[in-house]
């Protein structure tokens, strides 16, 4: 099965990690500011950073789904 998620997709996730790492990590108002001026001015739609993190992000998930169809292949009967 090959899953790939979208840039738009990726730049949502991201959007919402992001927030709440602001939100919840006790920053002051100046450095959570900062973070998400990053976001906003570094990570959006069209740019490197982003596709980059798109394309780690769909390789990584991709790897991780030959890994667990493997290990449902390698499990043997006798250890349940």
Known sequence: MDVRFTDDEIAEALTVLVNRMADEAGLPDKDRAMLKRWRTARMK?????????????????????????????????WND
Do not use: C, W, Y
């Open 45 to 77: 739609l069209g740019s490197d950073g982003m596709q980059e993190l798109v394309d780690k992000t769909n390789e990584d998930f991709a790897q991780m789904m030959v890994r667990r169809e493997r290990s449902q292949i390698q499990k043997h009967d």
